[in-house]
Every structure is written in structure tokens, then in C-alpha cells.
């Protein structure tokens, strides 16, 4: 039961990684004309995203914004949801 939980926590973490790749560099692609997608920067990514969502009038690029950082919580919650799962399964 729990090993069927955490094999679909598994695939939904890594679906949700394939769509940031996309997604960023849909981003990429709209805001700095970049069609590699190489702008990226680790540190400082999220506050970085929310101040060119702030700068920018375009409604399209606010809302993959928005949904990617959505989706960079969601990733966070989700791992430590997984680690919780699996340290909570070593104890018992």
C-alpha cells in the first residue's frame, strides 16, 4: 500500500519536473528572446521570476510565471513528503 503511494509521489514529482524544463524555457523564450534556455540561475530563482512578473505587462508570461512557481512549491512539498514517508516507514 505505502509502496504504491510513494511509486505514484515518484512519477508525479518526476512529471512535474519534465514540465518546469518546458515551462522555463517557455519563459526564457518570451522574456529574453532566448531560444536555448540557458539564462538559468539557480540561486534566487523564484524571487528573480516574481520580479519579472512584476516588471512585465504581459499577461501570458505572468501566468506561466505564476504556475512555475507554483509548481517549485509543490516539488519542495512533495520531497519532503516523500523523505517523511520513507524515514516514518524505517521506524516502524
Known amino acids: 500500500m505505502i509502496g504504491n503511494f510513494l511509486m505514484i509521489l515518484l512519477i508525479l514529482m518526476l512529471l512535474i519536473k519534465i514540465h518546469h524544463y518546458f515551462l522555463y524555457r517557455r519563459i526564457n523564450q518570451i522574456y529574453?528572446?532566448?531560444?536555448?534556455?540557458?539564462?538559468?540561475?539557480?540561486?534566487?530563482?523564484?524571487?528573480?521570476?516574481?520580479?519579472?512578473?512584476?516588471?512585465?505587462?504581459?499577461?501570458?508570461?505572468?501566468?506561466?510565471?505564476?504556475?512555475f512557481v507554483f509548481e517549485v512549491y509543490l516539488f519542495r512539498f512533495l520531497i519532503l513528503l516523500f523523505f517523511v514517508i520513507v524515514i516514518y516507514n524505517l521506524f516502524l
Open 32 to 67: 529574453f528572446n532566448d531560444s536555448n534556455g540557458d539564462t538559468e540561475s539557480k540561486n534566487g530563482l523564484v524571487s528573480i521570476l516574481n520580479e519579472i512578473s512584476n516588471s512585465t505587462s504581459d499577461l501570458l508570461l505572468k501566468k506561466y510565471i505564476k504556475i
